[in-house]
């Protein structure tokens, strides 16, 4: 009896790990020539625990939608910039909004909630994985990655996207062919919004530790 409990769960496990594609093979063979159309680019930046960004995505997202009076986001998408690997279960990185339509993105823009900037259509390498649920956003990067890296250099051709078309039912890997100036500014103030925080950091930590000073010497 428990063989066949022990045999029924293995294949339960090895059923569910090949369909969120763990057993799948990615190769160049399924890397694209891509042309990314032009969009708005709705965004603000996220410092913080890697199991927090899915609420901070959630939020964005919402708060987004909230701004608009006719229409919704599902058949747009979100993205992600990330320019370092994250360490220790923290990331700092880009996240945001992708509008194509014009309306929607005329309406954002009046609101002047949120940074944003409009980027050119550009010719990219992509890498699209079906999105199984939230999984996926731990499978599908360590799959595409190496990869892409092994077919495009990051400092001629600039930072990878992430592309996150859940609706529609995929996540889809980008890498620009060439440097994208409103990319590098992304990142430029995405730097300074952590060294900011780093610094509040500090400055509390000194004025702790000249509190403590100030106990020891009375």
Known sequence: MLLYVFVAILTAAI?????????????????????????????????????????????????????????????????????????NGYCDCVIGTLVEDEKIAEEIIENGTFRHVWVDSFDALSLSFKYRNVLTYMIAPAKAYPVLGEMADCEVNGFPLEFYYCFRGFIKFVMPLEKIPAFEQMAEELALYVKDIKDAIDNEDEIVDEEIEDVKEE
């Open 15 to 87: 059923g569910f790990m090949w369909y969120m594609g763990i057993f799948t093979r990615v190769g160049e063979k399924d890397v694209e020539d891509d042309t990314i159309p032009r969009m708005l680019y709705v965004y603000e930046f996220y410092s913080g625990s890697m199991k927090d960004m899915g609420k901070a995505f959630g939020t964005h997202y919402e708060e987004v939608g909230s701004l608009l009076t006719e229409g919704d986001l599902k058949n747009e998408g979100g993205f992600g910039i990330y320019l370092e690997k994250p360490e």
